[in-house]
């Protein structure tokens, strides 16, 4: 199987678009509800495969800048080591917790789609009974 990985630019790209359009408020209508969670669904797929793009871009780096740090990085205690190995990555991380936060935000707002969907199946279910 071969898989595409993205690089942290489509990666990026990617974000900046879906970040749009999950910042646009959404109202409470019922219509919208659907399109946006429908919207959120897919979202959510998509930036899980990119959270794992971003992670093997983050990986490989994080394995390059070890050996070519190695001998800083083994004159530090372990946990220095750590904070300093993942400061070679900055870039890399704020990828991956910009994927993780979007795609957690997608599952927040579909949350609230069907929150939006159950309200109006109620209120319709009182007008009609």
Not at 2 to 27: C, D, R, V
Not at 39 to 63: E, F, P, S, V, W
Request: hydrophobic share 35%.
């Amino acid at each position: 199987m071969t898989n595409h990985i993205s690089t942290i630019e489509e990666i990026s790209k990617e974000l900046k678009l879906i970040q749009s359009t999950i910042e646009t408020e959404m109202s409470e209508d019922v219509q919208e509800a659907v399109d946006r969670g429908n919207y959120c669904a897919a979202q959510m797929a998509r930036t899980g495969k990119l959270l794992a793009d971003a992670k093997i871009h983050r990986d490989r780096k994080l394995n390059s800048q070890i050996i070519a740090q190695m001998k800083k990085l083994s004159a530090l205690p372990a946990t220095t080591a750590n904070k300093f190995a993942d400061a070679l990555c900055e870039d890399e991380n704020y990828i991956v917790n910009w994927c993780e936060r979007i795609n957690r935000a997608c599952t927040h707002q579909l949350d609230w789609c069907r929150t939006l969907i159950s309200k109006a199946k109620a209120e319709m279910s009182q007008m009609n009974g």
